[in-house]
């Protein structure tokens, strides 16, 4: 059966054929149905497994055809928003382990193989996830390796970190000025290309300072002149689960100050750059719990800031970069896109690509829930998966005659999938919602089974 939010999706979609167009569905509903299973799992029969690879092996299937149906789907969704955030980052997925895989680079280092993935995600000013509006994969040649001295006399067209560059611009041209666009990124993401490109494009950044750059001000770089200003105020942001760390509500100490930053020396067209003016905010932790690392950020962005709360909307803004994290540990972690036996890197593309949109459903669910608490479950769920639900949550033959809301559905959901739901837990996380649709899927076909033979109960 395809799924109800699967047909829409990627109702658009044009693979050139369509049988092809009808396989790529039934494939995001197979494997959206149970996320962490291996594709001969998810498939459930001979005939469908072997059909699955032969789709991840077809030559005249685009991994960007895939990907683009979904970026075009996540352009509607948002189209008529005053603003939208964009959180970029670069993952690694890595097939070191994986012999039989060619046509491979490498990573981190030589003895790293695998390949480069950067995503740009839609992320509405609520915080939730709202669909890819960017997906770049690539491999490094390598031939590159030990030649990072090279990487600096290059410009930057002609490096790796032209993605983010890239992201703005593609971006951009898909709201020509019609929706205030907003990039949010980590450390890596500070250059000075990028302050200026998003200048000539008219967007804007939030970026996470890793340069102490020069600054036109008495104390001459940024960390200095940003220090020796003020306390200005404090807020209290989100801070998410990560490796040992757990969640945790963070009360952070504001400083702003509008600074002018000098184009670096060593910058190859230093001569035709000006001074790009900024706002800098530093963030800092006060009293974090007892052996975890402090919040310690200082933000750049060419937003404006005329008041303490417009920091402070900026500072909250950036907490949300940690969805697009998020997103690639549910395509690594959830998906198990490393565990793929592909063999090839056009097929690992396409199979990225057709998981990307699973990562994405998985994220979007968990955080709607969150941040609209009102919505009713028949926003995500067909009729019998959240009568199912109702009726193995509250051990009852009888659904209800209201539909639940999202959030009490998302939380039975994950309840399904390990979560305890005490006090102390908060919020389900991704990991026990994306276990707890798989056992939803089965419950649901059965109850469908159950009330098509005359059993189940009004």
């Not at 569905?25 to 699955?52: D, F, W």
């Not at 199979?351 to 995500?380: D, F």
Request: some cysteine.
């Amino acid at each position: 059966m395809i799924l109800d939010w699967v047909n829409e999706e990627l109702n658009k979609i044009d693979l050139g054929d369509k049988r092809l167009d009808k396989r790529i569905l039934r494939l995001v509903s197979s494997m959206g149905n149970n996320p962490e299973a291996s594709i001969p799992q998810a498939c459930g029969t001979h005939a469908s497994t072997k059909a699955a690879y032969r789709f991840f092996n077809n030559s005249h299937v685009e991994a960007n055809d895939i990907s683009n149906t979904h970026i075009k789907k996540t352009v509607e969704r948002v189209k008529n928003y005053d603003m939208l955030l964009i959180a970029q980052d670069t993952t690694n997925i890595e097939f070191t382990s994986h012999k039989g895989i060619s046509d491979i680079g490498y990573l981190d280092n030589i003895r790293m193989l695998g390949l480069k993935m950067h995503s740009g995600l839609a992320i509405n000013p609520d915080g939730v996830p709202k669909g890819l509006l960017y997906q770049k994969i690539w491999t490094r040649d390598k031939d590159e390796i030990g030649k990072s001295k090279d990487r600096k006399k290059k410009k930057t067209k002609d490096k790796e970190s032209l993605r983010w560059l890239d992201v703005v611009e593609s971006v951009r041209d898909k709201f020509p000025g019609s929706i205030e666009i907003v990039h949010i990124a980590d450390r890596e993401a500070d250059m000075y290309d990028l302050f200026v490109c998003a200048q000539q494009q008219s967007s804007k950044i939030l970026i996470r300072a890793v340069h102490n750059r020069r600054v036109e001000h008495e104390c001459k770089y940024i960390w200095d002149a940003i220090k020796n200003n003020p306390l200005c105020g404090n807020t209290v942001v989100n801070v998410g689960r990560a490796n040992q760390r757990k969640p945790r509500k963070a009360k952070l100490n504001i400083r702003y100050k509008t600074l002018n930053i000098s184009p670096p020396k060593n910058h190859l067209q230093r001569s035709s750059y000006k001074p790009v003016p900024v706002n800098v905010i530093l963030a800092e932790e006060v009293s974090p719990p007892l052996k975890e690392k402090p919040l310690y950020w200082l933000l750049i962005t060419t937003l404006p800031i005329t008041t303490l709360d417009d920091a402070l909307q900026y500072v909250h803004w950036y907490s949300f970069r940690w969805l697009i994290e998020r997103f690639h540990y549910v395509l690594k972690s959830g998906c198990k896109i490393e565990e793929l036996q592909l063999e090839k890197m056009d097929r690992l593309r396409r199979a990225i690509a057709t998981y990307s949109i699973i990562a994405w459903r998985m994220l979007q669910i968990t955080y709607e829930s969150r941040k609209n608490k009102k919505a009713l479950a028949n926003k995500v769920l067909e009729k019998h998966e959240w009568e199912a639900l109702y009726c193995i949550t509250h051990k009852t033959q009888v659904p209800p005659k209201e539909i639940p809301t999202l959030h009490e559905a998302v939380h039975w959901i994950a309840k399904l999938g390990g979560f305890l739901g005490r006090k102390s837990d908060g919020e389900p996380g991704v990991k026990v919602i994306w276990r707890g649709f798989s056992k939803l899927y089965n419950y649901a076909d059965m109850w469908l089974l159950l009330r098509g033979n005359g059993s189940g109960g009004e």
